[in-house]
């Protein structure tokens, strides 16, 4: 047995296990269109056949908005949606205060020139902050774009600047994916936790495990994640792994 496989066997075996998983680039596949992102259906199926499972908890982990995660995977009964980094959480919307509401509305301003300047970018605007997209600007100029993205969330010290994968966002909120996941470990009393994320911004998440965890990073580079698998299409593979080692523990058929 491999060794993830092997790590997933003896987390099936815990009391109560926590499940959680990052969207783009690991539910669902990376594409040219964000509205379009749409979610794996082995995966999701795996993902939610576990959070019906006695004694395990599942959650989506993502930079998304609450809303467009419900947009993008219809109905996931069982499935907590925790959005923008962790600031949409349990029901509740970001706590922005006034003036970095003000400081953003100036971002989204001088964001949308940017998109002018650099054709095929686009503006995604979330509860907590406003995401400049510049996976589809021609790739000799995405260097200059990401700079020029990143300069303008630097102008407002209030605020925060968070990279990803083609995409620079400027948020109002201090929340991250490793607070995030430790709220729902302690809400849930997890033994242990399960995470997937690919993301610069999951490294955060990988950071609050324990030795016990599995973290997995998806795709190459380097990461706090005990394990990596090459690519996204892998992802249901492994959900499916650890749904078969947990329901053997269950004694479910």
């Not at 680039?25 to 993902?47: C, N, S, W």
């Not at 109905?75 to 003036?99: C, M, N, Y």
């Not at 610069?200 to 706090?224: C, M, Q, S, W, Y």
Request: charged share 25%.
């Amino acid at each position: 047995m491999k060794p993830l496989e092997q790590a997933l066997k003896v987390v099936a075996g815990s009391d109560t296990v926590l499940v959680a998983s990052d969207y783009d680039g690991t539910l669902a596949p990376i594409v040219a269109d964000p509205d379009h992102a749409f979610p794996d259906a082995r995966a999701l199926a795996a993902l939610v056949s576990l959070g019906a499972l006695s004694g395990t908890h599942v959650a989506m982990l993502s930079g998304r908005e609450v809303a467009v995660l419900e947009r993008l995977t219809g109905s996931v009964p069982g499935v907590e949606l925790v959005g923008s980094h962790g600031a949409e959480q349990s029901g509740r919307g970001p706590d922005i205060e006034a003036q970095a509401r003000e400081d953003l509305a100036g971002v989204r301003v001088r964001l949308a020139g940017l998109c002018r300047d650099f054709p095929g970018s686009h503006l995604e605007v979330k509860p907590a902050g406003v995401a400049f997209h510049y996976r589809r600007v021609d790739a000799e100029h995405r260097p200059a774009a990401r700079a020029a993205a990143h300069r303008i969330g630097l102008d407002y010290a209030g605020l925060t600047v968070l990279e990803g994968k083609q995409v620079v966002e400027v948020t109002g909120s201090t929340a991250n994916k490793g607070d995030a996941l430790l709220a729902l470990r302690d809400r849930w009393a997890a033994d242990v936790v399960v995470f997937i994320g690919d993301d610069i911004t999951d490294e955060d998440a990988f950071a609050t495990l324990r030795p016990l965890d599995v973290g997995i990073k998806v795709g190459d580079g380097a990461t706090k994640a005990r394990f990596q698998i090459g690519d996204q299409a892998q992802v249901a593979t492994v959900l499916e792994s650890l749904l078969a080692f947990r329901q053997e523990h269950r004694g479910v058929r």
